[in-house]
T-cell receptor, first 112, second 114 residues
Framework: GQNIDQPTEMTATEGAIVQINCTYQ??????LFWYQQHAGEAPTFLSY????GLEEKGRFSSFLSRSKGYSYLLLKELQMKDSASYLC?????????????FGGGTRLMVKP | DAGITQSPRHKVTETGTPVTLRCHQT?????MYWYRQDPGHGLRLIHY???????DKGEVSDGYSVSRSKTEDFLLTLESATSSQTSVYFC?????????????FGPGTRLTVT
């Protein structure tokens, strides 16, 4: 099985930088995904890491350390529209489909 | 945006009644998934499909069944709805299994069982 932990809520200020952490335990790691979900909407894909290191995509970056079972999502130059839930999900190589196990999500509130 | 639709988008039903939710895709993706999302639990996988007539159970499959008779349609059935099945249900699709290709989610169905 898998266990994925991330903080429940975070608050940050517009224009600032925020880091959302995710720790996981899995028997056969095969990739980590970050999704963004605005209230009342479907999750949308942000990033994918399968090797150690940092993946940068505009204002968003995601980091992975497989040896530590740790990832973070870094959001720079925060905007009010970044207020949303951020979901960490891990894929296990031992499953038959492209199945993901999700953490509970981190609700980020951006304040002016 | 990936072509995924879910129907109905909202439904209120009574305990003990059967309910079927439909997921329809126009992307010809092989993999399809049903999740439920509840406060405090995040997204949990109910069932998934890896091809026509090929399905398997997920983490929370009790009380649910699925069918996939065509590539584009994946049906989720609650044989006898219970209040604990009140939730938001998301369908997702995926093109490939082992690459970085992400799952795309449908708009969701809000189901209330009274």
């Amino acid at each position: 099985g898998q266990n994925i932990d991330q903080p429940t809520e975070m608050t940050a200020t517009e224009g600032a930088i925020v880091q959302i952490n995710c720790t996981y335990q899995t028997s056969g790691f095969n990739g980590l995904f970050w999704y963004q979900q605005h209230a009342g909407e479907a999750p949308t894909f942000l990033s994918y890491n399968v090797l150690d290191g940092l993946e940068e995509k505009g204002r968003f970056s995601s980091f992975l350390s497989r040896s530590k079972g740790y990832s973070y999502l870094l959001l720079k130059e925060l905007q009010m529209k970044d207020s949303a839930s951020y979901l960490c999900a891990v894929r296990d190589r031992n499953n038959a489909g492209n199945m993901l196990t999700f953490g509970g999500g981190t609700r980020l509130m951006v304040k002016p | 945006d990936a072509g995924i639709t879910q129907s109905p988008r909202h439904k209120v039903t009574e305990t003990g009644t059967p309910v079927t939710l439909r997921c329809h895709q126009t992307e010809n993706h092989r993999y399809m998934y049903w999740y439920r999302q509840d406060p405090g639990h995040g997204l949990r996988l109910i069932h998934y499909s890896y091809g026509v007539k090929d399905t398997d159970k997920g983490e929370v499959s009790d009380g649910y069944s699925v069918s996939r008779s065509k590539t584009e349609d994946f049906l989720l059935t609650l044989e006898s709805a219970t209040s604990s099945q009140t939730s938001v249900y998301f369908c997702a699709i995926s093109e490939d299994k082992d690459t970085g290709r992400e799952q795309y989610f449908g708009p969701g169905t809000r189901l209330t069982v009274t």
